[in-house]
């Protein structure tokens, strides 16, 4: 585990010469308010390391280090948004051995599967629900977190080469050019759509005024004291509670304590005293019906794509599922942005 300085500075030059570094990470979002990295494991030709991003680290020389590598990872997107949020790491390129797989037409493309696929290895089984924040990690929880990226390398390697057997290892560079772009891109919440969780679409009127002032009272109460916020009242919890309090009760759970119990009033009675005016719009996700003539161009894209996938032996979803069928078939200039150039030329678009 590298959890002091001196030891990252002597990982720094191990990285240098190489080409290529495998990476994963782990995060803590099941025991704190906004998702952290807890642990950054890497993985060379010359060996396996784990990165304490917990520790008193100053991580920009590791980004600065691994910016212009190539990095291989197992599903790209939530680990780069990641390590983007924690450090501001973007690499230049990346292999995802998720799309190596689906480009290989392998249906059980999991980690445990693949290494089981190739190198014969049956991985230990983890715990979503682990706590990575906790110190110090159980050697079961640091083999897991290492077994991550061990076979990373290797298994890339194999990999590609069946891509270039097959005449596809431009198609996965399009791929993995693409999953890299759309992991700099920002996912914003709707401020407004926020509060309306599960269930919410039942409330109107006040009932859903006050749900919004306790899901804000709630999400202001999990990010002070740095917990999920299911920690502080499950979502159904909110919903009865709402509907209560319009109904004139006061509902009252044991867990709270005073000060919390009495902001979580105050909450509830800054709905109940909203104005029409101020009760929150009912949404409705009708959305616009396809014409006919859409509907034919959508079948026709669906037909075509499911005749060259089945000759091609690949997911018909994975080269273009339903909903981008059906934004081409209303838009054809979408297909640009919708799809990367070998997804193109298969649809013939």
Request: charged residues 30%.
């Amino acid at each position: 585990m590298i959890a002091k300085s001196t030891q990252l500075k002597e990982l720094l030059p191990k990285i240098d010469p190489v080409e290529r570094v495998a990476i994963d990470t782990e995060a803590d979002s099941l025991h704190c308010y906004r998702e952290k990295l807890c642990l950054l494991q890497l993985t060379l030709p010359t060996g396996d390391h784990i990165i304490d991003p917990l520790a008193d680290l100053d991580l920009a020389p590791l980004a600065e280090s691994l910016a212009h590598k190539t990095i291989v990872v197992h599903g790209a997107d939530f680990d780069l948004r990641l390590l983007r949020r924690s450090f501001g790491f973007k690499p230049d390129r990346i292999i995802d051995t998720v799309l190596a797989a689906r480009l290989l037409g392998i249906r059980e493309f999991s980690l445990a599967a693949l290494v089981q696929r190739y190198f014969g290895v049956e991985l230990t089984k983890g715990s979503q629900k682990a706590n990575w924040a906790q110190r110090p990690l159980p050697p079961r929880m640091v083999e897991y977190a290492m077994n991550d990226t061990h076979y990373l390398l290797d298994l890339a390697e194999k990999m590609e080469a069946e891509l270039q057997a097959v005449r596809r290892i431009e198609w996965f560079r399009q791929s993995c050019q693409r999953a890299l772009e759309q992991s700099f891109i920002d996912r914003t919440r709707d401020a407004d759509d926020a509060w309306r969780i599960s269930g919410s679409g039942k409330l109107r009127g006040k009932a859903a005024a006050v749900l919004r002032e306790l899901w804000k009272w709630r999400d202001a109460e999990a990010e002070a004291a740095d917990r999920p916020a299911f920690h502080v009242l499950q979502n159904r919890d909110m919903i009865v509670a709402a509907e209560r309090f319009v109904a004139g009760e006061t509902p009252d759970y044991r867990h709270f304590s005073a000060r919390r119990r009495q902001s979580f009033r105050d909450a509830a009675a800054r709905g109940l005293n909203s104005t029409e005016m101020e009760w929150p719009v009912v949404r409705r996700r009708f959305g616009t019906r396809p014409t006919p003539e859409i509907l034919r161009r959508t079948e026709v894209l669906r037909q075509r794509r499911d005749e060259v996938t089945a000759e091609l032996g690949l997911e018909p979803a994975f080269v273009a599922p339903r909903s981008t069928l059906e934004a081409i078939a209303s838009d054809p200039a979408s297909a640009a942005e919708l799809l990367v150039p070998w997804q193109r030329e298969l649809l013939n678009i």
